[in-house]
């Protein structure tokens, strides 16, 4: 759990503050690192749009802790702990590494030995391992970190990190995941972080689609959406979705099924998710019949163009066609 003061290992010095270097301004982590801001840290970052990162610079103006890179050498080079959050494991290899076909050299290249990599990314928890293995052949400490809570949660500072790594490197980068979230896991060794991840999501996709299934039939009934979804709040039906998410809707406020299903987590991104578990569950032959289903359902509905949507858009595809 997180301390009540996780900026309190933060040194007053400007010389002796915390750098990170942080990796992917999307939606997700444009929020993560302005709470590394908030937190007193000194954060330089970079990403593939410069419109990224100028809009990140624009919301920290005056701010001399907060600087961009115009290269990912450049944001390395001093940084005690490097972030990534990026949309795939091709793409965290290739900022690590660099690229043999193109010539280009990883940023592990130009960062200080004492660094601490974290990637928040969501990837196969089997390129975790491998990125592992090559930071320890470059005498690198690594962590698998990967989130959960969404934008909001992003922004908010209250995300849930899943870490895979040695108990040594998790007590390092503690402190650091402890400024943009309010619970920290430590699941095991590197790759853990990734299968919890995407045991959990898995979990979400079918209670968000059971819960859409069950609000379509009492409305197919003639019972009211809010009715329903308190009984089963009240009841043994009740569920995160019930409680926080509800995908009907009108019958919350501030969630993405009452703003047209805009914002929160993509469809495509569940669907990633769940091609991951999928793909775990084959090689290790898992039975997830009910995630599998869930798959099959998620495609679906981003093949019929609902991929940009959130996620709890499930619930559109369940209405009866009269």
Request: glycine share 10%; proline share 4%; net charge negative.
């Amino acid at each position: 759990m997180a301390n009540e003061n996780p900026s309190a290992n933060i040194h007053s010095d400007p010389q002796k503050r915390t750098k990170i270097a942080f990796f992917g301004l999307g939606n997700m982590g444009a929020g993560m690192a302005a709470n590394l801001v908030k937190a007193g840290m000194r954060v330089c970052v970079y990403d593939l749009l410069e419109s990224n990162v100028n809009a990140f610079l624009n919301q920290h103006p005056n701010n001399k802790d907060v600087m961009g890179a115009a290269q990912p050498d450049e944001a390395v080079k001093e940084a005690d702990f490097v972030i990534s959050m990026l949309p795939a494991g091709k793409h965290v290899k290739s900022l690590y590494f660099g690229d043999e076909t193109s010539g280009t050299k990883g940023i592990t290249a130009s960062a200080p030995s004492s660094a601490v990599f974290i990637d928040c990314s969501t990837i196969e928890a089997s390129e975790a391992r491998d990125i592992n293995q090559q930071m320890l052949l470059l005498g690198l400490a690594f962590a698998d970190a990967p989130v959960s809570g969404g934008v909001a949660g992003a922004a908010a500072g209250t995300l849930t990190f899943i870490t895979g790594g040695s108990e040594e490197t998790v007590s390092r980068i503690r402190p650091v995941l402890e400024t943009m979230g309010k619970n920290i896991f430590h699941a095991g060794d590197v790759g853990a972080g990734q299968v919890a991840k995407i045991c959990n999501n898995m979990l979400l996709a079918i209670l968000m689609a059971g819960t859409s299934e069950a609000l379509q039939l009492a409305m197919d009934n003639g019972i009211d959406a809010k009715v329903m979804s308190d009984i089963m709040k009240a009841s043994s039906g009740n569920n995160w979705a019930l409680q926080v998410y509800n995908p009907c809707p009108g019958v919350m406020e501030n969630v993405p099924s009452s703003n047209g299903y805009k914002g929160g987590f993509m469809v495509d991104l569940m669907n990633k998710d769940l091609g991951l578990a999928m793909a775990t569950a084959a090689k290790h032959q898992s039975l997830v019949p009910m995630g599998s289903l869930a798959k099959s359902l998620y495609q679906l509905h981003s093949v019929n163009g609902n991929g940009g949507k959130d996620f709890s858009s499930i619930f559109e595809s369940l209405k009866a066609k009269r």
